[in-house]
């Protein structure tokens, strides 16, 4: 693990060499290819009980698809490291991440902050994932691939600085995010996030950094509730933050309406440098824990409009984190639709 002085150390190098980056250009002699999935098998180590809609075969069905694209060379598969207690401590508190691992050191079988199923490798998993997308975020950083898909669970845009809920534990995105600003020196970043569920956990780090523009669709009333256009951020936040509510039966028109009009507008406002996705795909027709409809054309449509932005402002570069998605016919469908584009 490394010290936070080797860690800063770290940092201030890759601060010195990102500007190439920050250019859109990838670093000479580096292979850029268009894609890559970041994917460590230690992620399937959280198990909750098996009737859980969160279950390891999720992933099991999402890299069925990947190996599936990987063999037809469309795009690579990269191995990412671990999250530090370092990258952890970029969004959470040091007494949250105390708590998780007491709690799941003392076998207890849900989070104390939320409705977070537990298992014995829960930490694991959830440090696998974290790092998953700081592994993703060096990748695209460094010029080694254009965009990267992390295909990780336990989710994680419900778990805020100090609670985590709705399944998740850390928050792989805000984690990513953060790392992205402290060690590329990126000053601007979008997250977008299609989940069916509002990402709660994301707009509470974010709700007054200024550094990240948050947009989301979500299905309302939904769980966990929260999300209204009315929250809006707060102080160098305030106006970063973007919600767009749809009752159930909203789709396409509803979705893809507010990613042409309302986040392409936003965006060229903001000029992101690194665009993430918060891609959940519980918003596709026919899954358990939604009801909204997008259709995999409708995940291939808005992923166009999110490469559009990164192509515009931040030299290509998108960093996409699975989020929620529970009907294991469907989600391979979806991610597979997600991932031509990326590739694209
Ligand atoms: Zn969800």
């Given at each position: 693990?490394?010290?936070?002085?080797?860690?800063?150390?770290?940092?201030?190098?890759?601060?010195?060499?990102?500007?190439t980056a920050l250019r859109g250009e990838g670093a000479p002699g580096v292979i850029d290819v268009p894609a890559q999935v970041f994917y460590d098998p230690a992620t399937l180590r959280h198990e909750p009980p098996s009737d859980h809609p969160e279950s390891p075969k999720r992933l099991d069905?999402?890299?069925?698809?990947?190996?599936?694209?990987?063999?037809?060379?469309?795009?690579?598969?990269?191995?990412?490291?671990?999250?530090?207690?370092?990258?952890?401590?970029?969004v959470h508190t040091f007494e949250y991440l105390k708590s998780v691992r007491a709690e799941i050191a003392a076998g207890r079988r849900t989070l104390s902050t939320g409705d977070t199923e537990l298992s014995p490798g829960s930490l694991t998993a959830a440090l696998a994932a974290a790092g998953t997308v700081v592994s993703a975020v060096d990748a695209v950083m460094n010029g080694r691939t254009r965009t990267a898909f992390c295909a990780v669970r336990p989710p994680g845009h419900h778990a805020s600085q100090s609670r985590g809920m709705g399944f998740c534990v850390f928050n792989n995105i805000a984690v990513g995010a953060r790392y992205a600003r402290r060690r590329h020196g990126v000053?601007?970043?979008?997250?977008?996030?299609?989940?069916?569920?509002?990402?709660?956990?994301?707009?509470?780090?974010?709700?007054?950094?200024?550094?990240?523009?948050f947009f989301d669709i979500h299905q309302h009333p939904w769980y966990p509730g929260t999300g209204s256009p009315d929250e809006k951020g707060d102080g160098k936040g305030r106006g970063l933050i973007v919600n767009n509510?749809?009752?159930?039966?909203?789709?396409?028109?509803?979705?893809?309406?507010?990613?042409?009009?309302?986040?392409?507008?936003?965006?060229?406002?903001?000029?992101?440098?690194?665009?993430?996705?918060?891609?959940?795909?519980?918003?596709?027709?026919?899954?358990?824990?939604?009801?909204?409809?997008?259709?995999?054309?409708?995940?291939?449509?808005?992923?166009?409009?999110?490469?559009?932005?990164a192509r515009r402002h931040a030299g290509g570069r998108v960093v996409s984190v699975l989020e929620g998605g529970y009907s294991l016919e469907g989600l391979p469908l979806a991610v597979a639709s997600h991932l031509a584009r990326l590739a694209s």
């Open positions: 693990m490394l010290s936070r002085r080797s860690f800063l150390h770290h940092a201030s190098c890759a601060l010195l060499t990102s500007k069905a999402v890299m069925g698809t990947v190996r599936m694209l990987e063999r037809q060379g469309r795009l690579s598969v990269a191995t990412p490291r671990p999250a530090t207690e370092d990258d952890v401590l970029l000053d601007r970043i979008l997250i977008a996030d299609w989940d069916v569920h509002h990402g709660n956990g994301t707009q509470e780090v974010f709700w007054s950094d200024g550094a990240v523009l509510p749809f009752p159930a039966g909203s789709g396409r028109k509803e979705i893809l309406g507010v990613f042409r009009e309302v986040l392409v507008p936003a965006a060229d406002r903001f000029k992101p440098q690194l665009v993430m996705i918060s891609a959940g795909f519980d918003s596709r027709a026919g899954d358990p824990l939604g009801r909204l409809t997008l259709t995999d054309q409708d995940f291939a449509e808005l992923t166009d409009v999110v490469v559009g932005i």
